[in-house]
């Protein structure tokens, strides 16, 4: 017989061996135990799903809730930029160049009013609308911020 050259390796190597083998042993699961453990994860998913769905049906009206308070003020702030658009600052009337109907939409103006202005023409400035006579004093002082000499 020969002596093997290092007997201390060749046991290492067959302990390393058979402690693997009996790991994968062991790590074989038979079909039933398998069943049983998908058995055990399917109920604690089930469980934990329980828990939390009044939670998340909860949230989800809180959501909803907060979603239609959210569109409601949308809706009321467009109305608000609608109203403020049409009612804001107008745009200024050139008493030069306007058309009879631009001059007869000014507070207090009628077609009557809107071609005397137009038959007083040129202006050096809106001040020549009292000036000239063609406007009261009163119908200029409605008129006067809406107004401009170009």
Known sequence: MTAHPRPGISLAVFSVSLALLAAAAGCSVSPDDQRARDERTRDEVAKATERAKP???????????????????????????????????????????ASETDLASLPGMSRTDARKIIAGRPYGSKNDLLAKGVVSESDYERIRERVVAK
């Open 55 to 97: 939670v998340i049906e909860e949230a989800g009206r809180k959501l909803g809730e907060a979603a239609h308070e959210a569109a409601h003020d949308v809706k009321a702030a467009a109305q608000g930029a609608r109203e403020g658009w049409r009612n804001g600052p107008h745009a200024l009337v050139d008493i030069n160049h």
